[in-house]
């Protein structure tokens, strides 16, 4: 693959789903697929400092610290992100560009800017189970930390704000699928025209390509 001339637009492909869904995985294979030509953003990079003391949504962990609350839109800095997406999107550098992260179909300036929209969906129990897991081995943090987290605000945050998102995906991948398969269909979801991979009639391959599809069986 060859970069694109500088000016022209990039094609955009946006990932959400929920923590530990699969997503962040699914994006970096797209990228490893041709590192030189596609472009990867993690929307965990543009949070606003955790200390700043006026941007950002402030929560109570359930340790009882203030903090800023990971799982609110509102604590992203969508300035940032819109920025970084148009240069990425229009540098010359990639042939394409991956938008990953819980609020990359939440966020109004990411969704009016993809191509095509993917939602990793993954039962809540299982992202639970996977987020604890990582908490322990990264953090070595107390998984009851973690439940209580998840309990007194993360569900919550969830349903509010990610899950809403679901519908606004062309594509609805099952996240306990094999990473092969998820490639593939998201590398079929590509080859249909930008936007009207929505509608049914164009790939039967793909399956229920529209936004209230179940779960694609990959």
Known sequence: ????????????????????????????????????????????????????PVRGVRTRSASGA???????????????????????TSGGRYRLVVVEGLFALTLPAVVARATWRVYVDTPDDIRLARKILRKIDVLGQDPRLSLLNYLQSGRERHAAYVAPSRARADLVL?????????????????????????????????????????????
């Open 1 to 52: 693959m060859t970069g694109v001339a500088s000016g022209q637009h990039v094609p955009l492909l946006a990932v959400a789903g929920g923590t530990a869904s699969g997503k962040s995985t699914l994006a970096e294979a797209l990228a490893r697929h041709d590192p030189e030509t596609v472009g990867l953003i993690h929307l965990d990079d543009f949070y606003v400092p955790a200390h700043d």
């Open 66 to 88: 203030d903090t800023l609350d990971w799982n609110h839109p509102g604590s992203i800095d969508e300035g940032a992100v819109t920025a970084a997406v148009d240069a990425a």
């Open 174 to 218: 099952d996240g306990t699928a094999d990473g092969a398969s998820m490639l593939r269909a998201v590398t079929a979801l590509m080859t249909l025209p930008p936007r009207s991979a929505g509608n049914r009639a164009i790939s039967h391959s793909v399956a229920a390509l529209a936004p209230q599809a179940e779960p694609l069986a990959v």
